[in-house]
């Protein structure tokens, strides 16, 4: 354990001395020693003893050592190398050591000199690589190669080549020679949380055999072991990150405010604000709540619900119980539209609650945003609703009770810390129209009270979902055509605003002029997310009073737009969006009593699995099911199109592919904290202590 000890301080030392290395190291979350083990190899390839060159097998991995009979050198006219130092392709005749019967040829490509020189500077060189057979002809693409003489020793089994990534500008090299240099004893006493026991009994490798697999410390007879090897060490990453999930919890719960307690007559007072009945899913969200205000420390919500079911009528029922109890509301929106959206909507149900209303954005003129901001201080505004503009330096509450996040995957952590620091003790709500897959809300939203809006308001008819191809576009117009001269309106979306060079897809410019010419008695508006606020508040007002039939626009209308007389959503090239957005797209239509479509417009023949994916859309309109499926093709890395500052993703676990080992480390967890296991309790104890944890929420 000393020598253990001794090596993670020693290399915490080298990590401070902030080498171009360790920064490159740590601008990628790889900042300890523990971090560095973890990095998987892309593969690890068995290599058999060098053998001659006659049993060298297609597509197999080959060892050889053979003299250099000939190096050809050619520039590469198209690429230059940094610097524009000039590239090379090289081809390297060598005959088999082994017998002078056969030649073999080595090939590399956009080589810089120093490649070169090192070639021509050897005799004899022994090489790796898969071979290719080309024109009745051995060669090896890219071999890795050094030099051979008569003091090399011939290896008489197999060895195991270990072929690293590049991380964040870092060499496989680097990496291969660091992990050569680590001392023996390191491996055989790595001091790791819960190492075997829990483990075992899962069938598990330990940990010390997995990474010395995994770094080629160990040679492997099948590939099979390093996927083993690759196995126990996502089960510990799930089992570290549950941990984190529970601590996080902890500490929330150790953070005290008043409990809030509601009569049944007062949720019935301010339910019938609203002209329609609550659904049976809306109910149990604001049971909930109202439960969870009650705990007496800060309520973490998160509300999912698909596309158009109700999550901002239980919001702002959570609300009215809030300031009714003396605090503030802010509602924070990606977007000033749907900001603008709820402002309107929230206006109108209360005007006759005797709340205090504001609005704060960008695009208001200062003297306007300084006078909500005085008021917001001075406790005059109950309930502000706003962008990124609520969590400027100079917005400050009088006593902020209950933050409000819609859309959260728009904003990152920090942006919605920012907003619950407002304030003491502030209960959190965040509301999602994605809706999260079960595996995924095992992890990344594991801490939080989730609850889910399924049903859908009464008297919605649903949305019917078709594929356009060209051989089909005709139809398309036609229908459209139809359902425009019945006064209906329409959404056209695109996937850029303007044509760039390769690109395959119709932009909004060109949309406009064919659709100016397919439609020339109606009028279309467009909009974008380059308009300035006032002029993107007026489009919209326009088609919102049907004074314009189509709006012609980018995805920047995927949240906050509501106009129930529009009853088609067409969306030119779907193929260059996700599905979760196609989905989110798909819901700005279909929220009045009449029937909606959404048209899915492909204007050139598409690969089989694009075409799978826009099946998926249009089989489904459970947008649990979609996401699920978005997870599946996509994976978790980039789930929602956004990047999200400070939230996990996993270095080596998927939560699809690797469900069964999330949930045997949940099970492990559980039956831990049981046994009040005492390594699991000094680790909750030393992440108890780590301000970091909290800031994933």
Known sequence: MSNTLSWNSK???IFKRKTKTITSLEEVNYTSFADILSIIPLRVDILPPPQSFSSAKQDKLFQGIGRVLNIQKQPNAFRKGKGKIPLHNITVYLEDHFSTKQVIQ????NCYPSISNKLENIEELIFQGRVQIFNGALQIINPNFKEFNSTTAIQKENSVSVIYPTINGIKPTFLSSFFSKLPLELWNDLDIFLQDDIAQARGLISLATCYKILHGQITIQDISEFNKAKERLIYNEFLEEQIKILVRRQLLQTVKTPAILVSSEQIQTDQKL?????????KSCLNDIIYELSRGYPMMKLIQGDVGSGKTTVAILAALLVIRNGGQVALMCPTESLALQ???????????SGISIDILIGGQKENHKRDTRLKLEQGLTDFIIGTHSLIQQSVSFKNLGLAIIDEQHKFGVNQRIQLSKKGDAVHTIIMT???????LSLTQYGDLDISVIKTMPHGRKGIQTRIVTPATFEKFLSFLKTRLSLNEQAFIVVPAIFEQEEQSFITLEKANEKFVKFFPEYKISTMHGHMKTEEKSEVLQLFANHQSDILLATSVIEVGIDVPNATIMAILSPERFGLSSLHQLRGRVGRGAKAAFCFLVTEKPLAKESMQRLQIIENSTDGFEISEKDLELRGEGNLFGTDQSGEHTHRLGNIISHSHLLEQAKQDLVSLLEQKNPQLLQKISQLLQDEHIIKTI
């Open 106 to 109: 080595l090939r590399f490509f």
């Open 342 to 352: 709820h402002y309107k909507t929230i206006t109108s149900i209360l005007k006759y």
């Open 11 to 13: 290399f915490n030392t």
């Open 433 to 439: 129209a994605t809706p999260i897959p079960r595996s």
């Open 274 to 282: 609203f002209p329609y009945e609550l659904t049976p899913d809306q």
